[in-house]
Structure formats: structure tokens, C-alpha cells
């Protein structure tokens, strides 16, 4: 699916989901579905995919984390996502803050290393492009224009203990890398501007890969 469309494919599944359809991601194929882990838990997870709860509000550095990157599994697409996840126990919850963060054109910088040997080296970061089934590069800073509606593997997430039945959830994308070789990898994710009105706002920094186009 192109990525254009498919950030307007995954709000719509978002609405699909309050009806009782299925929710923006893959199906499961070939998962093993471990009980969900606690916040303090996935906190400490240190291998693709993983969250960390992170602060909306202020400008400055949101994340710096260090993580093993494994193979995609089957069914999953060689594109690693980074995104805010948000959830709530209804669907009909999710979509005012959803339209909220992609509207508000969040402006951030970006950067992703991967360990080789004894010294770092940068990997390109893309971003939705303007047209339909394009992507562009990040410049030399990073930077990030806001966020779109997007989706990720759903099986790798379940398989980790990163999602709950009953709770809904909204990926919107910051960046991606194309075909990341599995290492050891390092990311920065900095927010330049204040933004008050998101206060208190629990979400979470998603890394996960794609789900492949069916």
C-alpha cells in the first residue's frame, strides 16, 4: 500500500475498529502472543520492537536510546518505523488526539545510528512525501515536519507484550529507515517547539517495523 493512502487507510480503520472491525496493523500470522508487560517493563526493553513513554509539551530532547534491531519476521515489511503511539479503551477516544498531533505539525529532529565496530554511522531517515507512493530523505539536520497517520506489524508487538486486548491504538509516523541491516542502533529524537496544549498527553515513542502490504 502506498504510503500516502495508507495513512488515510489506517484513520479510517480507527473508526472501522469502534464498530468492531479490525484496527489499523497485520493480522496475526505465525505469532505467539506473550501477556502483556508493564509500563516499568517495556521501559527496560532494549530490542525492536519497544516503546518509551514520552513528554509532548516541552522542547528538547525527548529520547536517546540505545537498541538491537532483530530481522523483520515473516509478514513484516524491512522498514523501521518511528512514531507516537497513543491508546485508549475506546476507539472513538483516540481520534480527537490523533487528528490533534497530526495537526499540529509537530516539529522535531531525528537522527539514528548504527554501531559499526567501534564507531557510530549514520542511517538515512525518510519521511512521507507529498504524492502518493513517495518518500523523501530528512535533511543533513533531521528534521521532522509533523506526523501522519500510519500503522506497524501488530504480531511482533504481540509477540513482545507490547499491546492489550481491549485497548484500542493510533500510530502516527515521525520517520523511517529503509532496510536496516539487524545491529546495534542509537536514536535521538529532539522536539523543537514548546507545545503547551499537550500537557499531561501520555504517549508513547514506538519503534516497530512495518507490516507488509497484503
Given at each position: ?42 521501559a527496560k ?124 491504538y493510533s ?32 504517549v508513547e ?10
Open positions: 500500500m502506498p504510503a500516502f493512502a495508507l495513512q488515510y487507510f489506517c484513520r479510517f480503520a480507527l473508526v472501522a475498529a469502534m464498530t468492531g472491525l479490525a484496527a489499523c496493523g497485520a493480522a496475526p500470522e505465525q505469532s505467539n502472543p506473550a501477556p502483556p508487560i508493564s509500563r516499568e517493563a517495556a526493553r532494549t530490542v525492536v520492537p519497544l516503546t518509551r513513554s514520552v513528554a509532548l509539551d516541552k522542547a528538547g530532547t525527548i529520547a536517546d536510546l540505545e537498541f538491537d534491531l532483530p530481522p523483520p519476521r515473516l509478514g513484516a515489511s524491512p522498514l523501521l518505523k518511528v512514531a507516537i503511539r497513543l491508546q485508549a479503551d475506546e476507539g472513538a477516544a483516540l481520534l480527537e488526539p490523533s487528528d490533534q498531533l497530526v495537526e499540529a505539525k509537530l516539529s522535531a529532529r531525528a537522527t539514528l545510528h548504527a554501531l559499526n565496530g567501534s564507531s557510530w554511522a549514520r542511517i538515512p531517515l525518510y519521511r512521507n512525501g507529498p504524492r502518493p507512493g513517495t518518500d523523501v530523505p530528512l535533511d543533513a539536520d533531521g528534521h521532522v515536519a509533523g506526523v501522519t497517520w500510519s500503522g506497524v506489524d501488530e504480531s511482533m508487538l504481540r509477540d513482545a507484550g507490547l499491546m492489550r486486548d481491549g485497548k484500542y500510530v502516527l509516523l515521525l520517520a523511517e529507515a529503509h532496510h536496516p541491516a539487524p545491529g546495534h542502533y542509537r536514536l535521538t529524537l529532539e522536539l523543537l517547539e514548546d507545545h503547551p496544549h499537550f500537557k499531561g498527553r501520555t515513542l514506538l519503534l516497530a517495523y512495518a507490516s507488509k502490504a497484503k
